[in-house]
């Protein structure tokens, strides 16, 4: 009885939340050019799938994306399924999937509550409704069996996986599966494979032209809110950037780390207007380069110090 409110409870958290849309896109989507034409691409075989299956093909419905955390996996299939409401004007179903929210200890319910989950999705995509599925750190559940930190649970949510991955790409139509790892080496070999798995896309570090693409964006982004919101000052928040050189020291840094820094300058700039009482928006100190430098130091710094080796002389 336990089992079956567990599942009840399952399906409610499996409907979409409401959502405008708005943000990302994948104009929002910063890399390379070769990784801008795959979601161009991704995009085409979403929305002309009929087509493919008119002339004797079949669009790629799986793809999983590898890369060091922090380099827009997750981020770029978000902006693409917005990309397809905007384009089309019909809802998209949007379904991630997690071990946290999915999961279960009872023996047997994490495969039942996987499979409900395709189930739900399925019934949408008969329906003429786009189904994307997205499945954050999947070598959870698609790692290799028979390895040590495998067990007959692992074992069942895989065999389940594997199984409605080919049910996606050999009769779904409206279905397709996004799977993100950062250990291309842990998962299993036959779960990966043409017929399951489509395409695989790596995404690689971002290119220091890149970081000061993010950086720049950022930075007017920031500077547009503020002016939006207290139109009655003229003072930009940030000025007199040097893009080139936060970008040149920052290399080695994803997506994640430039977030960091910029939200790490913006909340030192609060405090220190918060701690000194003046209560004057006017008096609010403005970001530079030397900020942003100064994060971008502390963050090398911590990095550098952690990496030491621990032992003895």
Known sequence: MDGLK???????????????????????????????????????????????????????????FVGEPGTGKTFSVKALRNELFWSN??????????IGTHGTSYINEGATNLQEFFDIGRKMANRGYP?????????NIMGKRNSSQNHKEDNKLLECLMVNLQEINTYSKNEFFF????????????????????????????????????YRSKVNN?????????????????????????????????????????????????FKFLKSNVGDRKELSRLTTRHFLEEIHSIKKERYSSKKNIGFK
């Open 89 to 98: 004007k019909k809802e998209v179903c949007y379904y991630p999937y997690s």
């Open 222 to 270: 920031i500077n547009k809110k503020h002016s939006n919101k207290f139109p009655y000052y003229s003072k930009k928040l940030i000025f007199r950037v040097n893009y080139d050189k936060i970008s040149g020291e920052s290399e080695g840094f994803n997506f994640a780390d430039v977030d960091k820094v910029t939200e790490d300058v913006l909340r030192k700039l609060a």
């Open 131 to 139: 189904v994307i599925y997205q499945f954050d750190e999947i070598n």
């Open 179 to 214: 799977g993100m790892t950062n250990f291309r080496e842990a998962l299993d070999e036959a779960a990966i494979r043409n017929g399951r798995i489509d395409d695989i896309i790596e995404f690689p570090l971002p290119s220091i032209e890149t970081l000061k693409e993010t």
């Open 6 to 64: 567990s599942r009840k409870k399952q399906k409610k958290e499996f409907t979409p939340k409401y959502d405008d849309y708005s943000y990302p896109l994948l104009k929002h989507v910063l890399g390379d050019e070769s990784l801008k034409n795959k979601f161009e691409e991704i995009s085409t075989y979403i929305t002309n799938s009929d087509f493919f299956k008119e002339i004797g093909s079949k669009p790629k419905r799986s793809f999983l």
